[in-house]
């Protein structure tokens, strides 16, 4: 029971990882493995140095996490809160607001082709303009932070709805008989004791700030204003260059930048596990 999980986990995660790496310091087309040529750390040079879009997509990423912090984490919360609430229709409501999270981002960017399109969107139907919301690189960012919004905020609000149906009611009790209202109780008694999903809220938005992927190469294959490293990746591994050791330069950072908060969340959960014990 453990050797086989163990064996996949190996053969399926950490091989590709381990080659990935060693593939960064070559220069190789992908078609004949005697064609590995080695250059060192000269494909991180060029990242770093003539690749002109690495330090964009470097930003939209940073971007893109601080978006999803702020707006799609509060906003899922906010809907957590109300719908803890036990109000009429709330299933239904919790039904409606997870639906997006069951689609992929594919099918997101087509979704929201119907709001965005220049000719015959929603939004430029109603307020009769003709913007190329997903075509202009000014706006197209943001506009894909907004239909990526709609389906993160779904997920926000379930893990926080499950995380506050745990807390225990004799807290509220104690609250409100010290007469505390509802906002001082959920910031002062509420969302201390919810920590650990707070990080676990934390480390899903860092992870889907890094992989966000699908609905930026739908648009424009991650050109044009949406930079963003794993489209990079992806245009150098499969597209026409076809640099497996460039592309896998560009991997190894993006892991590298996963890991430091992967690494972070671990120690904090594991120092809250000693000081619990």
């Known amino acids: 029971m453990i050797a086989v999980p163990t064996a996949l986990v190996v053969w399926l995660v950490w091989l590709p990882a381990l080659a990935s790496v060693g593939l960064s310091f070559t220069r190789w087309n992908g078609f004949r493995l005697e064609n590995i040529e080695w250059v060192g750390t000269q494909n991180y040079r060029d990242i770093t140095t003539i690749y002109p879009p690495f330090w964009p997509a470097i930003q939209h990423n940073l971007i893109w996490l601080v978006f999803l912090f702020v707006f799609p984490t509060v906003l899922g919360m906010l809907l957590a809160v109300v719908l803890d609430r036990e109000m009429r229709g709330s299933r239904f409501y ?44 000014d706006i197209n960012l943001w506009a894909v932070l907004v239909a990526t919004a709609w389906r993160h905020t779904g997920y926000i609000m379930l893990i926080y709805l499950a995380g506050l149906k745990g807390v225990d009611g004799s807290l509220r009790e104690a609250a409100a008989v010290d007469g505390a209202n509802e906002v001082k109780t959920f910031f002062n008694i509420i969302f201390p004791v919810m920590r650990p999903i707070n990080l676990i809220v934390l480390v899903i938005v860092v992870i889907e700030s890094l992989r966000a992927f699908d609905l930026v190469w739908i648009v424009n294959k991650g050109r044009n ?35 430091v908060f992967i690494t972070v969340y671990l120690r904090i959960v594991f120092t809250q596990d000693q000081e619990e014990k």
């Open 94 to 137: 919790q039904t409606a607001f997870y639906l997006p999270v069951v689609l992929s981002l594919a099918l997101v960017g087509f979704i929201w082709q119907l709001f965005y399109s220049t000719d015959q969107g929603l939004i430029n139907e109603v307020f009769g303009t003709r913007i190329d919301w997903y075509g202009d690189p």
């Open 225 to 259: 204003g949406l930079e963003l490293i794993s489209a990079l990746v992806s245009q150098n591994v499969i597209g026409e260059a076809t640099r497996f050791g460039f592309g896998s330069a560009l991997a190894v950072i993006m892991m590298v930048i996963s890991s």
